[in-house]
């Protein structure tokens, strides 16, 4: 059954992107592969008033598969609006995106499914085919108003089966005919942050190229900029988990405050994956290591879901400046 998102109710990224960038905040794009992370996520942004945009990989999508993650990020939304009715809190606006579509084809099916948003993620072929199948993806969604993301660059790191050792930064003076010969809606850039919990080696200092940051924006100014691989790897939840049998040596992630930098620039969206893979699975450890006698998933699940919503809902406050923006960007969304 091929379904447009707008009969869904989600939104696509665009007004989002204009009201982030005007005010210096950055979007949280969460990723989910189960119901849990599902909850928390839609809870912590409903409570804290922030947009929000769900992401899906393309291993998310084998893990759970493909049909029930779509219903559940259309269950989602029915969710949110449940618990504002009910609590009176308001309606905040909700994106289903695929994360790394690696193929023209999996954009389409996820486009004809529902979702408002896709990235096709071109970055490890030549710039020329990078452009070419980024441009296909682009004249497909759009004929039904649904946003593309395109990367220019290589992250360090493991996307998926591919791993690179290296960062390849993304060359500013590429970004212009990049965007003009694509009409990509946002932009992923590789500025050295990367997947995973291990962004930077012991005794490296860690830091973000804010001065490549700086030349992209003056190359594309105004132009939205999507920041990957934006994990911080909090210290408790490392502690924790090796604390209670885990194994995590030397794991680093990008510094908060140069995110909160980053925020006050064209980056409108941030991908957080790893944070909330730690602060669950530390969880998960804890339970299983003070009530040996639990059996019952839901008694660790249960944890480990408040323990994701809270760190969500510190990253929308503290980080992101995401929390509060919801009223305006459905002002926007009606006004249109
Ligand atoms: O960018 C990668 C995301 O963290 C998704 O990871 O491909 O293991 O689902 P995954
Ligand atoms: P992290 O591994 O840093 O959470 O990055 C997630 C991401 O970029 C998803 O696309
Ligand atoms: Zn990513």
């Not at 948003?117 to 072929?125: A, N």
């Not at 510190?314 to 919801?326: C, D, P, Y």
Request: aromatic letters at 6%; glycine letters at 8%; hydrophobic letters at 40%.
């Amino acid at each position: 059954m091929i379904v447009n998102y707008e009969d869904l109710g989600l939104v696509n990224t665009r007004v989002m992107f204009a009201a982030a960038i005007h005010g210096g905040f950055a979007v949280p794009a969460y990723n989910f592969n189960n119901m849990e992370q599902l909850q928390a996520i839609v809870t912590a942004c409903l409570e804290t008033q922030s947009p929000v945009i769900l992401q899906v990989s393309k291993g998310a999508r084998d893990y759970a598969d493909q049909t029930l993650l779509r219903y559940m990020g259309q269950g989602a939304l029915e969710m949110m609006r449940r618990i504002a009715d009910t609590t009176g809190l308001g309606e905040i606006p909700i994106a289903l995106h695929l994360d790394h579509g690696d193929s023209y084809e999996i954009c389409v099916s996820c486009i004809d499914s529902g979702f408002s948003s896709v990235m096709i993620d071109g970055s490890h072929l030549s710039f020329d085919e990078n452009v070419a199948v980024t441009a296909k993806v682009v004249e497909y969604a759009h004929r039904f108003d649904v946003t593309v993301e395109g990367e220019l660059g290589v992250l360090a790191g493991v996307e998926d089966d591919v791993s690179a050792e290296h960062h390849t930064y993304t060359k500013p003076e590429e970004v212009q005919n990049f965007v003009a010969r694509t009409g990509v809606d946002s932009l992923a850039i590789s500025i050295g942050t990367s997947h995973g919990a291990y962004k930077f080696k012991p005794g490296q200092k860690p830091e973000i190229r804010l001065d490549i940051l700086r030349e992209i924006e003056k190359r594309i100014p105004g132009f939205p900029i999507v920041l990957h691989g934006s994990s911080s790897v909090p210290k408790e939840a490392v502690e924790t988990i090796n604390r209670f049998g885990g194994n995590l040596k030397d794991s680093i992630g990008i510094p908060e405050s140069q995110l909160r930098k980053a925020t006050q620039s064209a980056v409108c969206k941030i991908n957080i994956d790893s944070d909330g893979r730690l602060v669950m699975t530390a969880k998960i450890r804890e339970v299983f290591a003070e009530k040996p006698e639990e059996f019952d998933p839901r008694k660790y699940l249960g944890p480990a879901r408040e323990a994701l919503k809270e760190m969500y809902m510190r990253k929308n406050r503290e980080v992101l400046g995401s929390a509060g923006q919801a009223p305006r960007i459905m002002e926007m969304l009606r006004e249109r």
